[in-house]
């Protein structure tokens, strides 16, 4: 009995040490609205925060879809061209030629499907050459990086497709019950990925895949091909992200997407997020999307110039993986 009782008991307080890992991060964004809240009298605002929602939507996109590969025990680099790519294919198939389109003239909708579609085959072409083929990923999503990042470029010859149609940018520009709808969805992907990661048997698989994998083919799991599965989900998620930037901006430019990953790490890693694989969940990450959406308002009202934003930015996320491990344990990566 008493080896029951302290089961039991183990088991609540691994549970409540848990829970206090995922808010690590809470004391840190409430600290920064303090500061928001000092630097400006219109920080306090719902203005303000339906503007952040808008602009972090897209990032918390991208960075469900890394945090689901890094969960598996792989790293993707090329979500930042696939981001900028599949908005761009989609759009040069929607716009005139006129307007540095292909003159298809295709469907807003079937445009955005298009897209993602797109980004969906970037990440099986990548998870297929990682898995099957054994390439290093870092350095096969490396050079995909590079080489997306030229085709997005190439088919424009650099320019910036302008004037889409509304339907094409409804995903950021949109709202819905005075939210955006970029928030919307953003929000939607956050919990159906933490629902399906916590509760279905694949998802729950991703850790044991992350965490050993041999152990997981030893156990049953079908490893390889929820690894694929999970590159091509990635994909998908990227361009969907790209879209919501596209409709945000009412435009898509031959540079969108231009230094996210290193954002999309950071969001991820003081969110809790292992690059080792096997560890992290959707909450964790999204408290990280909000913490550098709130650097990055702050920064925005208290007119810093340009030249240290970069500096700041990593400064606060060297606080915040401090306070995050001292207030919730052991959270960063080896």
């Known amino acids: ?22 808010f690590a991060l ?19 605002t719902i203005d303000t925060f339906t503007d952040l929602g808008q602009q972090i939507s897209a990032l918390g996109v991208v960075v469900v879809a890394e945090t689901l590969i890094l969960v598996a025990g792989g790293m993707d680099l090329s979500l930042q061209s ?25 469907n807003p909708l079937l445009g955005l499907a298009a897209g993602i579609v797109c980004g969906a085959l970037i990440g099986l072409f990548n998870g297929i050459m990682i898995v099957k083929a054994r390439i290093n990923g870092f350095i096969l999503t490396l050079a995909m990086y590079i080489l997306l990042a030229g085709v997005q470029t190439g088919i424009v010859s650099g320019h910036t497709i302008y ?21 919307w969805v953003a929000a939607v992907v956050f919990v159906a990925a933490g629902l399906y990661m916590r509760y279905t048997r694949t998802g729950r698989s991703l850790y044991a895949i992350g965490g050993n994998r041999e152990a997981a083919r030893a156990a049953g799991i079908k490893v390889d091909p929820i690894r694929i599965g999970v590159y091509v989900v990635g994909g998908a998620l990227a361009a969907l992200g790209g879209l919501m930037e596209a409709g945000r901006v009412v435009a898509v430019t031959a540079n969108q997407g231009t230094n996210l990953i290193f954002t999309v790490f ?24 909000i913490l550098l959406g709130l650097v990055q308002k702050i920064l925005a009202l208290a007119q810093v110039q340009s030249y240290w934003i970069d500096a700041v930015d990593g400064a606060v996320i060297l606080v915040a993986l401090a306070l995050s491990r001292i207030v919730g344990g052991e959270r960063s990566t080896d």
């Open 1 to 22: 009995m008493s080896v029951a009782v302290g089961a039991r008991v183990g088991q609540r307080r691994g549970a409540a040490v848990s829970l206090v890992q995922q």
């Open 26 to 44: 809470v004391p840190v964004i409430v600290l920064l609205c303090v500061v928001g809240a000092v630097v400006s009298d219109s920080f306090l």
């Open 82 to 106: 696939n981001y900028g790519l599949s908005a761009m294919v989609a759009a040069w198939l929607v716009a005139p030629a006129a307007q540095f389109g292909l003159g298809t003239e295709f």
């Open 163 to 183: 004037h889409l149609p509304s339907a094409f940018i409804a995903l950021g520009a949109f709202y819905f019950a005075d939210v955006p709808v970029s928030l």
């Open 266 to 289: 950071a969001a991820a890693v003081i969110g809790g997020v292992s690059l080792n694989g096997g560890r992290g969940n959707m909450l964790g990450a999204a408290t990280g999307v």
